[in-house]
C-alpha cells in the first residue's frame, strides 16, 4: 500500500506554497516521516515556522537578513580561500555526529 502524506510548506526566497510528497512504502510509518523531516530540513519549512512564531519587526528582520547575508559572504570568501590554497582544507567530519550532544 503506498499513501502519500502531503505537507504545505512556504519558501522563504519567494514565499509561495508547493507541495512535498512523502511515500509510504509496506506501511513504513517511521520511515515516512524520517523522509519527510528530512526533506523539510532540506528547505528549511522548520526555520521558517519557527520565524513565523512570534512577529518579527521590519527592522529585526533587516537585521537579521545583513546577518545571514554577511555569514554566506564570509563562507563564501572561506571557500574561496581554500580552494586557493591560503588555508588548509576543512577537516573531515566523522560520520555518527562525536562530539555533538
Known amino acids: 500500500m503506498s499513501a502519500r502524506l502531503p ?14 510528497q512523502i511515500f509510504v512504502r509496506d506501511n513504513n510509518v517511521d520511515q515516512a516521516l524520517k ?9 528549511g519549512s522548520f526555520r521558517e515556522m519557527k520565524r513565523h512564531v512570534h512577529y518579527e519587526k521590519p527592522s529585526e528582520k533587516r537585521a537579521r537578513q545583513k546577518a545571514e547575508a554577511v555569514r554566506r559572504a564570509r563562507k563564501l570568501a572561506r571557500k ?10 576543512p577537516k573531515p567530519r566523522v560520520p555518527g555526529g562525536a562530539g555533538r550532544g
Do not use: C, I, S
Open 35 to 43: 523522509a519527510l523531516k528530512k526533506k523539510m530540513q532540506r528547505e
Open 80 to 89: 574561496r580561500a581554500q580552494r586557493e590554497g591560503l588555508l588548509p582544507p
Open 7 to 20: 505537507h504545505r510548506t512556504r519558501r522563504a526566497a519567494k514565499g509561495e506554497f508547493h507541495l512535498v
